[in-house]
Nanobody, 119 residues
């Protein structure tokens, strides 16, 4: 059974930084990509960033481009999200997710970690 465990959320002032980390375990498939989504109160879950496992190619939502950086550690099966210049509107629960090479869709999700940015 796939498990994704996020860590690193918290409270930070606007303009500050946080680093989220996600550890994957229990996989029985090859990883195609890992990513981060977020969901703010009263809003739909939205894409933040993803990274292709084989070559490390990242992709970002326009709203975080230039401020967030996604990275992966193949050996540790972890993916990190470095968040800089945080804004109030970045406040949300951040979810880690993983896609296998067969489906190439994000089928597994972590429990989420809260990020709160105070203005």
């Amino acid at each position: 059974q796939v498990q994704l465990v996020e860590s690193g959320g918290g409270l930070v002032q606007a303009g500050g930084s946080l680093r989220l980390s996600c550890a994957a375990s229990g996989r029985t498939f090859r990883t195609y990509a890992m990513g981060w989504f977020r969901q703010a109160p009263g809003k739909k879950r939205e894409f933040v960033a993803q990274i292709i496992w084989s070559d490390g190619l990242p992709h970002y939502a326009d709203s975080v481009k230039g401020r967030f950086t996604i990275s992966r550690d193949n050996a540790k099966n972890t993916v990190d999200l470095q968040m800089n210049s945080l804004k109030f509107e970045d406040t949300a629960v951040y979810f880690c997710t993983i896609a296998g090479t067969t489906s190439r869709s994000f089928d597994y999700w972590g429990q989420g970690t809260q990020v709160t940015v105070s203005s």
